[in-house]
């Protein structure tokens, strides 16, 4: 007689993947927005130093994503 | 926006590599901000040609001026100057763009090739000086000004053409008989179109139409300067189609085909159905005199178009175009004030020349 045992997955370990998905894609996704606007602001500096302050602002600006994505793994972890 | 391009493979065969947009656009519109303003050009009109000399050293003609001085002086030096400029600018956009974009960008500025071997064709056909058929060269295509220069130096067409045996267009230089120019250089300049159109091959994305779009319509405000002059001056033979380039965007070949046959007032008739009329109506009629505010007018047209183009899509090769073609105003209006002064041209003259 086959006993069948019910795999129960602890809520804990979910909520470790959700908080790590949530960080790691919010993290690729800022990479791929900052690709485009780091060298961007690296060419326009190269032509105008005075531009770095303004490129620097705007290459971290999609640094939100991940901040967004880190502030939900804290919540959920 | 390209990511999701690339990956619906929608990018051309002749992609190579990974295009830097991001970075070669943004770097040229910081060079685009360092062009001169429309307030400097009254200002260089009030000055001496010394005094020009030393205001274009202090900007981005220094290294330019620095380096020819030696050699030269007044007006020869700062024709030099702006010619070096110009090919050291234009190869500067070549060496920091990559992948696709440089091949387009490469295939584009080989109309300096064409304009060089044209040039050197010309001097050879009139005897004249290799100093002065230097004066006129400018390396920003793929032919570097030292080959340039030896072809220069050379001492007839047909060396000339021997030596240039490995370029693209030697089908076509072979045919040159020392008689036969015109119709040459004409060949050289529709074929220059046809490699570029080859070149974009059929354009799929939106960048590539606006290229696509942006290389008719300066064929179209091409063809438009060649049929005002042959109109003004009487020309309605029939055989000067020939003179016409293909694949414009608003005036088609059979149209203008049919506008060659027509007296100059009838053409204008004629003209008044296309698009381009309602920018320059104002500065053509039955009795115009010269066709210098028409000519002036359409090249502003063109700057203007470009500039509309290169905000539509601003990661693509059009503001690059965008730029190339404000620097060369830049250079064509300093040379015209430069020149203009030289020869003791009125004010008045050289501003109706100058495009700003």
Known sequence: ?????????????????????????????????????????IGAMAENEALFGKGLILTVIPETIVIFGLVVALLIS | MRLLQRLKGGMGSQTQGHSNYAYTTARVRAMKGKLLSKETYPRLMNMQISEITRFIQEVEYKEDVDQLARSYEDVDLIEHALNRNLAVTFNKLLNISEGELNFLISEYLKKYDIWNIKTILRGKHCDASTDDILESIVAAGRLTYTFTSELAAKPTYEDVIAALSASECYSILKDYNGTNLSDIENRLDKNYYYDLFQAIGDPKTKDRKLFTKFIQTDIDLKNLVTLFRLKRYGITDPLMADLLIEGGLKLHFKEMERMLSLSFEDFLVQLENTPYWEEISDCCGPKMESLIHVETRLKKLRLKSAESFSHVYPLSIVPIMDYILSKENEVSNLRMIVRGKEVGLSDEEIRDQLVI
């Not at chain 1, 007689?1 to 470790?16: S, W």
């Open chain 1, 1 to 41: 007689m086959a006993v069948e045992t019910a795999a129960v997955m602890d809520p804990a370990g979910l909520k470790a993947i959700g908080a790590g998905l949530a960080v790691g894609l919010t993290g690729i996704a800022s990479g791929i927005a900052e690709r485009d606007i780091g060298s961007a602001a």
